[in-house]
C-alpha cells in the first residue's frame, strides 16, 4: 500500500514563526502535492512538484516556499506565519502520466498560529 | 470559468436506506471526474475515476455515474462505516474539487 507520511499531526506555532512541514512517500511517485483544506473553501492547492527540484505554483502560493531535494520528500514552508494560515495542510502524491486520477493522501497537520 | 458543485452539503441516513450524492459541472473540455472519501481528521482516500459520460464504476454498495454535466454516486443499503465526506473533483486544465457532502449513516 502507498503510504504519505506527515511529520506532525497537530502544530501550535506563534505568528512570525518559521514553520516547516515535512511530508514522505514510499511509492517512488514522481508527483507530490500541498494543499489546504478550510472549511466553506475546499481543497486548495498551494504547490506541487514533478520531479527533484522542481515546483509549480498552484492557487495560493502567496506566503509558502516549497523544496524537494529528495525526491521522496516534500517540504512546505510558511517564511513568517500568520494566523490566516492556520489550517489543516493535505500532502499528496501520485505516479507520473496520472497527474490527477489517483492521488494518495497523508493524514493532514492541522497548523494552529497564534 | 469550469466549476464544480455538490449536492446536498450534508446527508443522513438510516442504515439499509438507499441514496444518491450529487456532483454537477461545467468545464470546457472534461478530462476525468474523481470522486474521493474522507473520514473526519484524515486525508482523502481515492474510490473512483470517471472519464466519459454512460461510464459507471462500482465498489462494494458504491456505484458512480457520469452524464455530460453531472455525477452521482449512488450508495445502496448503507452502513454506519460509510458515514464521511464524499469529494467529487474535476480535470480540466487544472483540477478543481468540490465542496464535499457530509454524510451521516445512523444504525
Known amino acids: 500500500d502507498v503510504k504519505v507520511t506527515q511529520s506532525s499531526r497537530y502544530l501550535v506555532k506563534r505568528t512570525g514563526e518559521k514553520v516547516f512541514l515535512e511530508c514522505v512517500q514510499d511509492m517512488d511517485h514522481e508527483n507530490m502535492f500541498w494543499y489546504r483544506q478550510d472549511p466553506g473553501l475546499g481543497l486548495r492547492l498551494i504547490y506541487f512538484s514533478y520531479d527533484v527540484k522542481m515546483k509549480e505554483k498552484g492557487d495560493i502560493p502567496e506566503g509558502y516556499s516549497v523544496s524537494r531535494e529528495k525526491k521522496e520528500r516534500f517540504s512546505l514552508i510558511l517564511e513568517s506565519a500568520s494566523t490566516n494560515q492556520t489550517s489543516m495542510y493535505l500532502c499528496a502524491s501520485s505516479n507520473a502520466g496520472e497527474y490527477v486520477e489517483t492521488q494518495y493522501f497523508g493524514p493532514g497537520t492541522r497548523l494552529l498560529v497564534l | 470559468e469550469d466549476q464544480v458543485t455538490q449536492s446536498p452539503e450534508a446527508l443522513r441516513l438510516q442504515e439499509g436506506e438507499s441514496s444518491s450524492l450529487n456532483c454537477s459541472y461545467t468545464?470546457?473540455?472534461?478530462?476525468?471526474l474523481f470522486w474521493y472519501r474522507q473520514d473526519p481528521g484524515k486525508g482523502p482516500e481515492f474510490l473512483f475515476t470517471?472519464?466519459?459520460?454512460?461510464e459507471e464504476k462500482e465498489k462494494e454498495r458504491l456505484k458512480a455515474t457520469l452524464t455530460k454535466k453531472e455525477s452521482f454516486l449512488h450508495i445502496t443499503a448503507p452502513k454506519p462505516e460509510d458515514s464521511a465526506t464524499y469529494l467529487c473533483?474535476?480535470?480540466?486544465?487544472?483540477?478543481?474539487w468540490g465542496l464535499g457532502t457530509s454524510l451521516a449513516v445512523n444504525p
Open positions: 473533483a474535476l480535470r480540466s486544465r487544472k483540477l478543481i
Open positions: 470517471l472519464y466519459s459520460a454512460g
Open positions: 468545464v470546457s473540455g472534461l478530462r476525468g
